[in-house]
């Protein structure tokens, strides 16, 4: 699978380029739900993906569902993304920032700030897992946010 590629530096992440690259250290997926089809597009990639994922990282990827305040019925959404074998709390709500909604608002930053801070837990979770797996001494770098 070339997003397995691509996550585990195998491969690099620009398409047109096959030149491996830095390893994902925290994979995260973004996803614009869409009410008239639900994950139904999502569906196969996320139940083939989150299994691998899994194995490779001892964790789960992240999942941001954006345009949460047009959603009506977020559980429905938290169960058909878990039922693909995501875990519930590897899974986020966020209202975009757009041209017309734009101004400073707390509830947004905040729950911007929280999928952050999971990020950063997770990634360091991660790289702990491979280094363990691999039986390789923690590494001595930064963490970078591409």
Not at 11 to 39: H, M, Q, V
Not at 132 to 139: I, V
Request: hydrophobic share 35%; proline share 3%.
């Amino acid at each position: 699978m070339d997003v397995m590629n691509e996550i585990t530096g195998k491969r690099g992440i620009d398409p047109r380029s096959w030149t491996a690259g830095e390893r994902i250290d925290c994979p995260i997926f973004i996803l614009k739900y869409n009410s008239a089809t639900g994950i139904q597009h999502c569906r196969d990639f996320l139940s083939s993906l989150v299994p691998k994922i899994r194995k490779e990282f001892g964790s789960y990827p992240i999942m941001v569902v954006t345009f949460a305040g047009s959603i009506l019925k977020q559980e429905e959404i938290v169960g058909d993304i878990t039922r693909t074998g995501m875990e519930k709390n590897s899974l986020f709500f966020i209202e975009n920032y757009t041209a017309s909604n734009h101004e400073m608002d707390s509830k947004k930053d905040i729950a911007l700030l929280k999928i952050l801070e999971a990020c950063i837990k997770r990634a360091d979770d991660n790289i702990t897992f491979h280094c363990r797996k691999k039986k390789e001494s923690l590494p001595n770098r930064k963490c970078e946010i591409m």
